[in-house]
RNA sequence: GGUCUUGUAGCUCAACUGGAUAGAGCAGCUGCCUUCUAAGCAGCAGGUUUCAGGUUCGAGUCCUGACAGGAUCACCA
């Protein structure tokens, strides 16, 4: 890209000057640049204390020469003065129309990066098949998108992928609840969707077990094993919790039928596999229906099913290079100590597979699917350790990529009410939720004038930008590593730091353009007026915080960033006329800016996977 | 208990990676639509950045220790 930042034409001079004053090297990246807090006067900063020791120099004598040079190499500056440790300049009008046309010049991707040839894949969603998505899903799914978009912004080539978790004991438990209670419904029968029928499936399950156990725990065998097994004078209600699992592998029937299944399906039962087939295949179109309406998309799909025996050969082989090593009882392990990780279990005594085994498996396979040179997980953080696990293992392993593994480790949803826990109802479904935020949005757009003339389809476009767009931004404006509290009744809100807040500064921008002549050139002497120097600055800033988002897997970045145009823009909006404007010069000059903050706002939002209306 | 992680306004979040007087929104109060979309703008109020030390020109940010949440420490996935 040709285009420079103010800050990268400030470092790099800033660091030929100290070669050519001092003969140092100091890299330009590593140039402390600020920009300066509004009530004092000037546009950014040079932070000068590092280097007064180092060079034996007064602020005042360093900033001097600086700002002198600075000036000699076409950075035109109003005005320049070293101010406690600080080199404080405020550039002149002919530098900010400089670099706002050069901006215009690109266009909208002007803050797009140059492709790095690098290919990266990132895993993102990878549910499990017996229940819907909800809001921990969302959370995973958006910012994955938005990561992915990001990534390729910045040049990359991304393939998104999700490994579905479509195997194992709770399928098989909606499956045996499904064929003891079900009478043969179908989502079609039914008109349920068909995740939510499968799930509808699995919670009968829970709630068949649990009344098992419940009557099991009165009955004699229930007595004695609890006097059995009970801790020094533990009571019922502390044991029977306890011993919950352990009564599911050992006494249960139900769920003996359900290992059943499971082995059943392991060996290849064809009945067993037909109908694991059919109800997964429900669950996926559900899926489908709820990632069109979230409106993403995946380049290829993993199934547990085929990769959950991946692994083993690989584990095998690390055993005879004495990367792993067997206990007596044959099962195999990897020794991480040398990470300050423990010892970790790769092979059962029985030489099943277990996690991590897969996941050694899928990332190698991965590998020779896509040949990528950046794998990215956005698994919730639950699993750091986990992941700590897998990199050091690979690593271990001595494959090359090990290094470029990552873990776009997100927090837990909570909500206000606390933890959602399903046993307790308080998990929020993604489809509702999706249907709810809509909704929302179109009470309050329907009164708008600005739809009068649109069709309902037209009409029914905009709620749904306007609400998903709502419900999208509030998850990924807060920082994905930290944990966040979901309240519903604030995720629709359409006011203050919320998408339909940056979609009405689009809209507003969208209608100067109609009602305007095209403009093409910027007016050679134009005084900027402050809020339009801010523009541009946030304009100018835009693809370091791209590019920030896309190194440190944070979109919340971009969330903030395209923020700060929208307010800024509404107050400039709200302070001068723009078509009305007091000369052609202004006119003209806002025109041109005003159309580049509005591409630049639309590149931001659909970086987060959120759609502009035209009008709202 | 070990390891990791978080703690900023009543609430939800920021703070350009160590810079100047810690900023937004929500909730509360007050103004601004005959004028480019009021889903907007302006203002008031709200803070000992959990606490105690340390590092230095300078700390919400780095280090140590306490306190308080959370995660994890399975031959579960």
């Given at each position: 890209m040709s285009y420079k930042t103010n800050t990268l034409l400030l470092r790099e001079a800033t660091s030929t000057f100290f070669k050519q004053q001092y003969d140092a090297s100091i890299e330009a990246q590593s140039v402390n640049i600020k920009t300066i807090p509004d009530d004092i006067e000037g546009d950014y900063?040079?932070?000068?204390?590092?280097?007064?020791?180092?060079?034996?120099?007064?602020?005042?004598?360093?900033?001097?020469?600086?700002?002198?040079?600075?000036?000699s190499q076409g950075i035109q500056c109003a005005k320049i003065e070293v101010v406690k440790g600080f080199l404080n300049l405020t550039f002149a009008d002919a530098f900010w129309r400089n670099q706002l046309a050069q901006i215009t010049e690109i266009g909208e991707d002007y803050a797009k990066g140059d492709s790095t040839g690098k290919k990266v894949v990132i895993e993102f969603c990878s549910p499990n098949t017996n229940k819907p998505l909800h809001l921990g899903?969302?959370?995973?799914?958006?910012?994955?998108?938005?990561?992915?978009?990001?990534?390729?912004?910045?040049?990359?080539?991304?393939?998104?992928?999700?490994?579905?978790?479509?195997?194992?004991?709770?399928?098989?438990?909606?499956?045996?609840?499904?064929?003891?209670?079900?009478?043969?419904?179908?989502?079609?029968?039914?008109?349920?969707?068909?995740?939510?029928?499968?799930?509808?499936?699995?919670?009968?399950?829970?709630?068949?077990?649990?009344?098992?156990?419940?009557?099991?725990?009165?009955?004699?065998?229930?007595?004695?094993?609890?006097?059995?097994?009970?801790?020094?004078?533990?009571?019922?209600?502390?044991?029977?919790?306890?011993?919950?699992?352990?009564?599911?592998?050992?006494?249960?029937?139900?769920?003996?039928?359900?290992k059943e299944l499971l082995l059943a399906w392991e060996s290849g039962d064809t009945e067993v596999v037909g109908l694991w087939q059919k109800m997964n295949g429900w669950v996926y179109e559900g899926f489908d229906e709820t990632y069109d309406a979230l409106g993403v998309s995946f380049d290829k799909l993993y199934y547990e099913s085929d990769t959950y025996l991946l692994g083993k050969d690989i584990i095998a082989k690390g055993l005879t290079d004495g990367v792993f090593y067997q206990k007596e009882d044959n099962s195999t392990w990897v020794d991480l100590e040398h990470k300050g990780l423990d010892q970790k279990l790769v092979l059962r005594s029985d030489g099943t597979s277990v996690y991590?085994?897969?996941?050694?498996?899928?990332?190698?396979?991965?590998?020779?699917?896509?040949g990528f040179d950046q794998m990215i997980?956005?698994?919730?953080?639950?699993?750091?350790?986990?992941?700590?696990?897998?990199?050091?293992?690979?690593?271990?392993?001595?494959?090359?990529?090990?290094?470029?593994?990552?873990?776009?480790?997100?927090?837990?949803?909570?909500?206000?009410?606390?933890?959602?826990?399903?046993?307790?109802?308080?998990?929020?479904?993604?489809?509702?939720?999706?249907?709810?935020?809509?909704s929302v949005a179109e009470d309050s757009a329907k009164e708008s004038q600005f739809l009068a003339d649109f069709s309902a389809d037209e009409k029914s476009e905009v709620y749904r930008n306007i609400g998903l767009?709502?419900?999208?931004?509030?998850?990924?404006?807060?920082?994905?590593?930290?944990?966040m509290t979901f309240d519903p009744s604030q995720s629709?809100?359409?006011?203050?730091?919320?998408?339909?807040?940056?979609?009405?500064?689009?809209?507003?921008?969208?209608?100067?353009?109609?009602?305007?002549?095209?403009?093409?050139?910027?007016?050679?002497?134009?005084?900027?007026?402050?809020?339009?120097?801010?523009?541009?600055?946030?304009?100018d800033h835009f693809n370091v915080v791209i590019s920030h988002a896309a190194q440190q897997l944070d979109p919340s970045l971009?969330?903030?960033?395209?923020?700060?145009?929208?307010?800024?823009?509404?107050?400039?909006?709200?302070?001068?006329?723009?078509?009305g404007a007091e000369s052609p010069e202004a006119m003209n000059a806002r025109l041109m800016l005003s159309r580049q903050v509005g591409l630049a706002i639309k590149v931001g939002m659909r970086l987060l996977g959120i759609s502009m209306p035209q009008r709202m």
């Open positions: 900063s040079i932070v000068l204390f590092p280097y007064l020791k180092r060079f034996g120099v007064t602020p005042q004598d360093l900033g001097d020469k600086l700002a002198e040079y600075i000036q899903h969302i959370r995973n799914i958006l910012i994955g998108w938005s990561m992915s978009e990001i990534l390729a912004y910045t040049g990359n080539d991304v393939k998104k992928v999700q490994i579905i978790n479509d195997r194992g004991i709770a399928i098989c438990k909606s499956i045996l609840a499904w064929q003891q209670e079900g009478n043969g419904e179908t989502p079609d029968s039914s008109g349920v969707k068909g995740d939510h029928l499968v799930g509808k499936y699995y919670v009968m399950f829970e709630k068949l077990f649990k009344k098992e156990y419940a009557d099991w725990q009165e009955s004699d065998a229930g007595e004695a094993t609890y006097s059995e097994n009970q801790k020094e004078n533990e009571k019922k209600e502390h044991f029977f919790p306890r011993y919950k699992n352990t009564y599911f592998n050992t006494h249960s029937p139900i769920g003996k039928k359900a991590i085994t897969q996941d050694i498996g899928t990332a190698i396979e991965r590998h020779k699917d896509f997980y956005v698994v919730g953080n639950e699993q750091d350790y986990h992941f700590q696990a897998l990199f050091a293992t690979m690593d271990k392993l001595e494959v090359p990529y090990a290094k470029n593994m990552h873990h776009l480790s997100y927090g837990m949803v909570d909500l206000p009410s606390g933890k959602m826990k399903s046993r307790e109802g308080t998990v929020v479904d993604a489809d509702d939720l999706v249907k709810e935020v809509i767009g709502a419900l999208k931004y509030f998850i990924l404006k807060v920082n994905a590593k930290k944990r629709v809100d359409m006011h203050g730091v919320t998408a339909p807040y940056i979609q009405n500064a689009y809209v507003r921008i969208q209608a100067i353009l109609t009602k305007s002549e095209d403009v093409k050139n910027l007016p050679e002497n134009y005084s900027w007026q402050p809020q339009e120097k801010k523009l541009i600055s946030l304009l971009v969330a903030h960033h395209v923020y700060d145009f929208a307010k800024e823009y509404h107050r400039f909006y709200n302070d001068h006329k723009i078509l």
